[in-house]
């Protein structure tokens, strides 16, 4: 796979309750601030990256 420039992902930040955004732009990211998962989304599901670190 090539590497791919993704220029307007979006970052959100949610609690595990919350219903994450369905319309969000694949590549976006989002940080559960209560369980510190995060989450990428690839167009279609949200998808839980294990050992990922919050970024900063």
Same mark, same amino acid.
């Given at each position: 796979?090539?590497?791919v420039?993704i220029?307007? =992902?979006?970052?959100?930040? /949610? $609690? #595990?309750?919350? =219903?994450?955004?369905?319309? /969000? $732009? #694949?590549?976006s ?8 998962e ?6 279609a ?10 970024w900063?």
């Open positions: 796979m090539a590497v420039l220029p307007r =992902a979006q970052r959100y930040l /949610a $609690l #595990a309750a919350d =219903a994450k955004p369905a319309a /969000a $732009l #694949a590549g990211k989002l940080l559960e601030t209560d369980t510190g995060v989450y990428v989304f690839d167009g599901a949200w998808t839980r990256l294990s050992g990922a670190r919050p900063p």
